[in-house]
């Protein structure tokens, strides 16, 4: 068994040896349109194939032939530069970083599309989709879209830890642990600094060579911090009850620090109309939560009940049970802007919370809904 440990691990070192000095055809950058879609007026660029060295610099042509944008003078009601499509296996795993920021630093968007794929490389430089407000309070934001239907992963460390004391015995430290190391520190730089969820660093550090971490479900979105494509609720969530619920696991979620999944069955009650007012003296609709009776604990998430069809804006919270006036007090709210701002919770920059422009559509899905098959279908009917 040693001895195939060790013929794998030799392998894995020429296979990286092989990957930098075999030519490798650059990825091109194209021009789809000079106006994405009504929503979003901006020129549309296409970027596809192995993410090389000397990308960035092919990606930063287009964008002075084709972009004449300054993010400074965005409004304040938010907007991008430009829009760049990815379609990628991969590559290099530096100059995926350098293309992510470039694209904060110029405000511009990223999406996939329904049928692509970007992994490993072009993930992360797909992470750097964003968008640019003129007001101080938001200034850079993050702005990254998956179509249902598309790929979006990340591959596992070349080097795994089983056959690292061998590979350094065999190799060297700086031959393995060099680029290496410094590349798992910086990815794990990057991701938090652009607002992935811990629980996704985790799971990149820890898989196997051969494993990958692909955005397929709801509550990927969720960790990535990553939305479907800006839609009417109605085109993710049809029932506004089930909506609310949704919304809600999410909002406990965060508020405990804990999966989605784990808090299901507190809000497997139907919904109550009505159920008490706020400190304003407005009526509220929602969820009571089991196993939570008293005024000092959080009880009820809901939303006013004017506001319980989802329609339209709404503030969905999380509340304390009614005090000695008999309202409910709220601890955590997830602002529903349809036209304006959606986030979750406040503080901190709009980078670093959940936070985008337009409805954050995920919010309403169940979090093991998948992001193909029937709703790609939907999304391509309907249209942006």
Request: hydrophobic residues 40%.
């Amino acid at each position: 068994m040693a001895v195939m440990r060790n013929f794998t691990a030799g392998l894995s070192v020429l296979a990286l040896c092989v990957a930098v000095v075999a030519p490798a055809l650059a990825g091109t950058v194209t021009l789809r349109s000079t106006q994405f879609s009504s929503g979003k007026p901006v020129p549309h660029l296409h970027y596809e194939g192995e993410v090389v060295v000397g990308d960035l610099d092919r990606i930063a042509v287009a964008v002075s032939q084709y972009v004449d944008c300054d993010p400074k003078t965005l409004p304040d009601t938010g907007g991008n530069c430009a829009i760049i499509t990815l379609s990628s296996e991969g590559g290099n795993y530096i100059e995926g970083l350098r293309i992510a920021h470039f694209l904060r630093e110029h405000a511009i968007a990223s999406r996939l599309e329904t049928g692509s794929y970007c992994y490993s490389a072009c993930a992360f430089a797909f992470l750097g989709g964003s968008g640019q407000s003129f007001a101080q309070t938001i200034g850079p934001y993050i702005d990254r879209i998956i179509e249902p239907g598309a790929t979006l992963g990340f591959h596992a460390p070349y080097v795994t830890a089983d056959s690292l004391g061998e590979l350094v015995a065999q190799y060297g430290v700086e031959e393995v642990l060099g680029g290496n190391r410094d590349s798992i520190a910086l990815m794990i730089q990057e991701l938090v600094g652009w607002n992935v969820d811990d629980g996704v660093l985790a799971r990149i550090t820890s898989m196997g060579a051969d494993e990958a971490y692909t955005a397929s479900t709801a509550q990927d979105l969720y960790l990535l911090r990553t939305a479907l494509p800006d839609a009417p609720r109605l085109l993710w969530a049809p029932d506004p009850a089930e909506a609310l619920r949704n919304a809600c696991m999410r909002l406990l979620a965060h508020h405990q620090d804990v999966w989605p999944y784990e808090v299901r069955d507190r809000l497997s009650g139907e919904i109550g109309y009505n159920i008490g007012t706020d400190d304003r003296g407005w009526a509220l609709s929602g969820y009571r939560l089991t196993d939570n009776p008293g005024g000092l604990t959080v009880s009820y998430c809901a939303t006013h009940t004017s506001d319980a069809h989802l329609g339209a804006n709404a503030d969905i919270a999380l509340y304390y049970g009614p005090g000695v006036e008999g309202h409910m007090r709220p601890a955590l709210t997830f602002f529903h802007r349809p036209e304006g701002w959606s986030t979750l919770a406040t503080g901190g920059t709009a980078a670093q919370r959940i936070f985008q422009r337009g409805t954050i559509g995920h919010f309403f899905l169940p979090p093991e809904a998948e992001l193909g098959g029937a709703l790609a279908l939907t999304w391509r009917m309907v249209g942006e």
